[in-house]
């Protein structure tokens, strides 16, 4: 079973809309669980991160995580067409590791 | 506001050649760390780095790579002989210490393609 996996789309919708980004993993261990955002040829970019179970939210973005089903979402609220990119789930174990494990990413296309 | 850097944004090399791709951290990160992305997979974790040594590295980072911290702003990836399986994406990040690992900050990438 694979660590982490994510859907890798393409998702395509309309601006404005509520883009619901997902990742499932494997390991009840896993401690911290962040988002990346990777725009075409260039680097990641953390957009949040979450510890643990619960809800985040940094203006038009939430964070989720259920630990109890190993699931994490991203909802993205009234999308712009600035928001295509990749949307990357990253995990962190914790502990001793510091090497984050990446989701293959979910290509998201915001149409004006 | 502070990022990471890295040089060069594309390198080209041989097979069997030696190379070196450098990362400027952000300033007061401590933790320094390179990552990759072969075209359409995953990025994967290489190697992380404190206090002038390795603290974690995964499978791939064999004998062929090494990483070094020559001064006080520089942070490299050296590949000693480059395989075509080497061309990807290298990604250097850093982080804070007392931010965890958590917040990594990546840097634009070096696009390396092994002919």
């Known amino acids: 079973q694979k660590e982490v996996e994510q859907d890798p789309g393409p998702l395509s919708v309309p601006e404005g809309a509520i883009v619901s980004l997902n990742c499932t993993y494997s390991?009840?261990?896993?401690?911290?669980f962040m988002w990346y955002r990777q725009y075409s040829r260039k680097g990641p970019e953390l957009l949040m991160y979450?510890?643990?179970?619960g809800n985040k939210e940094d203006g038009r973005f939430t964070a989720q995580v259920d630990k109890s089903s190993k699931y994490i979402s991203l909802f993205i609220r009234d999308s712009q067409p600035s928001d295509s990119a990749t949307y990357l789930c990253?995990?962190?174990?914790?502990?001793?590791?510091?090497?984050?494990?990446f989701g293959t990413g979910t290509l998201l296309a915001v149409q004006p | 506001e502070p990022e990471v850097t890295q040089t060069p944004s594309h390198q080209v090399t041989q097979m069997g050649q030696e190379v070196i791709l450098r990362c400027v951290p952000i300033?007061?990160?401590?933790?320094f760390y390179w990552y990759r992305q072969i075209l359409g997979q995953k990025v994967e974790f290489l190697v992380s780095?404190?206090?002038?040594?390795?603290?974690?590295k995964s499978e791939i980072f064999d004998d062929q790579f090494s990483v070094e911290r020559p001064d006080g702003s520089n942070f490299t990836l050296k590949i000693r002989s480059t395989k075509l399986e080497d061309s990807a994406m290298y990604f250097c990040?850093?982080?804070?210490?007392?931010?965890?690992?958590?917040?990594?900050?990546f840097g634009p990438g070096t696009r390396l393609t092994v002919t």
């Open positions: 990040a850093s982080s804070l210490p007392d931010r965890g690992f958590y917040e990594q900050y």
């Open positions: 390991n009840s261990a896993f401690q911290y």
């Open positions: 979450t510890y643990s179970s």
């Open positions: 990253a995990i962190l174990n914790g502990g001793a590791t510091n090497k984050l494990i």
């Open positions: 300033s007061n990160h401590l933790y």
């Open positions: 780095f404190y206090n002038n040594e390795i603290s974690e």
